[in-house]
């Protein structure tokens, strides 16, 4: 069957190319991700951080998945999760099945082990969404989120959590105040500053800690990067 224009766009945005080309331009800007990572978290614990943005469509998703790839490279075990109980993407970017998965565990349905799926990375697992809930923000608030991510700290040096966007849901800002740093993820042409501007402060409103903010997508010069980090 003939893909589509949209289906062919969407496979190559979810391209891990910090696993397949190591040596190109982008993957060294999310090493260069990972590297101000670890510098704003200097003498602390940093194993649990949380992927976001502003609005949809601004790259959160294949963002989280490579920030993880190039921290699996440096040899930390790394576990991804999909937290976004809406519109989970974490199974088509890693090509594994979602037949159960975060929520199965939330719900008391399976053990930590059994929702766990191995990926081609080296030192990478992912755990998927599972069945899309009915509830998202109520179960992200459960005493069982907060036991999950006991028992994923006590097996991987870190866990990234892909949440859905800052202002359309609750969701990113229940599971920052859960973990030790946010990532906001804005894209270029796209993202309004007043919406980066009120995503910051929603999450600094739980008391969620910004490591810095990821540029994605910006047009590639001479002169600059294709990605930028940076501080607030």
Avoid: W
């Avoid at 199965?104 to 929702?115: A, V």
């Amino acid at each position: 069957m003939r893909r589509s224009r949209k289906q062919k766009k969407d496979k190559s945005s979810r391209t891990l190319v910090s696993h397949i080309n190591k040596k190109s331009p982008i993957s060294e800007q999310y090493r260069s991700v990972r590297t101000n990572i670890q510098f704003s978290a200097v003498d602390e614990d940093l194993q649990t951080i949380v992927v976001t943005s502003a609005g949809p469509g601004e790259g959160k998703s294949i963002t989280s998945a490579n920030v993880g790839v190039v921290f699996a490279q440096q040899e930390k075990k790394v576990l991804l999760v999909d937290t976004d109980l809406r519109k989970p993407t974490v199974h088509y970017t890693f090509r594994v099945e979602n037949i159960s998965g975060l929520t199965n565990y939330l719900i008391g349905d399976q053990s930590f082990e059994h929702i766990i799926t191995e990926t081609k990375v080296p030192n990478m697992d992912v755990i998927t969404c599972g069945p899309i809930p009915p509830n998202p923000s109520e179960i992200l608030s459960s005493k069982r989120m907060e036991q999950f991510i006991q028992t994923a700290k006590e097996h991987y040096d870190l866990i990234i959590f892909d949440t859905p966007p800052v202002l359309a849901v609750t969701d990113s800002t229940i599971v920052s105040n859960l973990c030790d740093g946010v990532l906001l993820v804005i894209r270029s042409k796209k993202t309004e500053f007043e919406a980066a501007q009120k995503a910051k402060d929603q999450l600094e409103h739980v008391n969620a800690k910004m490591l810095g903010v990821v540029l994605n997508d910006r047009e590639q010069k001479e002169s600059n990067y294709y990605y930028y980090y940076g501080n607030r």
